[in-house]
């Protein structure tokens, strides 16, 4: 069965340092991976999505994530935090039953800092 | 123009109330969901339809119970509420066959059971 687990519930950093969130996976097949970003008391927003294209995949407002399939991993990163990044993150797999069944993590709260 | 909708954005009634919250779409997908947002912010499946075909029925009690009266609505039925129903559900939609795992969400309904 597919599943994520995100390492760090909260993570803080102060505004203009880099921001690491990371996400192991597991999954018997080549997984969809995603970032999806909850701002507060809102709906949720597709960051960026790993679907084997590319292993480095860039997403919107300068987030980035990396599949390493040797470590089972898929961090999401960025070199700059801004105030407006501050949100709820969740890494997400799909379920391999082509049902597009989503499976989230935990999420990680992020802090920026002034 | 909001893609995907969710009515009312909140919800408070009494315990043994029924309610339904209503969810449309105009992205033209034809499979919808339904999530459960507990209080640590974990993020589940309820139910997805597809061409209004229910596909996805994750567990949930015999209580809820979703109509699709169209691809592009997902209404969700709740009786005999009770206190452990409180929580922000999500509707989302995505297409089945290109990019099918991408589903996009709505703001979300909060429901506070007393």
């Known amino acids: 069965a597919q599943s994520v687990t995100q390492l760090d519930s909260h993570v803080s950093v102060s505004e203009g340092t880099p921001v690491l969130l990371r996400c192991n996976y597991s999954s018997s097949y080549s997984p969809s991976l995603f970032w999806y970003v909850q701002h507060p008391n809102k709906g949720l927003q597709l960051l960026l999505k790993?679907?084997?294209?590319?292993?480095l995949v860039k997403g919107i407002n300068g987030f980035e994530a990396e599949f390493k399939k040797s470590e089972t991993s898929f961090h999401l990163t960025k070199p700059s935090a801004h105030m407006s990044d501050a949100a709820e993150y969740f890494c997400v797999v799909s379920d391999s039953s082509n049902t597009g069944k989503l499976i989230f993590g935990q999420g990680t709260t992020l802090q920026v800092k002034p | 123009d909001t893609a995907v909708s969710q009515t009312p954005k909140y919800l408070v009634t009494q315990m043994g109330n029924d309610k339904s919250i209503k969810c449309e779409q105009n992205?033209?997908?034809?499979?919808m969901y339904w999530y459960k947002q507990d209080s640590k912010k974990f993020l589940k499946i309820m139910f997805s339809?597809?061409?209004?075909?229910?596909?996805i029925n994750e567990t949930v009690p015999n209580r809820f119970s979703p109509k699709s009266p169209d691809k592009a609505h997902l209404n969700l039925h709740i009786n005999s509420l009770e206190l452990g129903d409180s929580a922000v559900y999500f509707c989302?939609?995505?297409?089945?066959?290109?990019?099918?795992?991408?589903?996009?969400f709505g703001p979300g309904t909060r429901l506070t059971v007393l």
């Open positions: 790993y679907t084997s294209a590319a292993t």
């Open positions: 989302a939609s995505s297409q089945v066959g290109t990019d099918t795992d991408t589903q996009y």
């Open positions: 339809y597809n061409n209004k075909e229910l596909i």
């Open positions: 992205l033209g997908h034809d499979t």
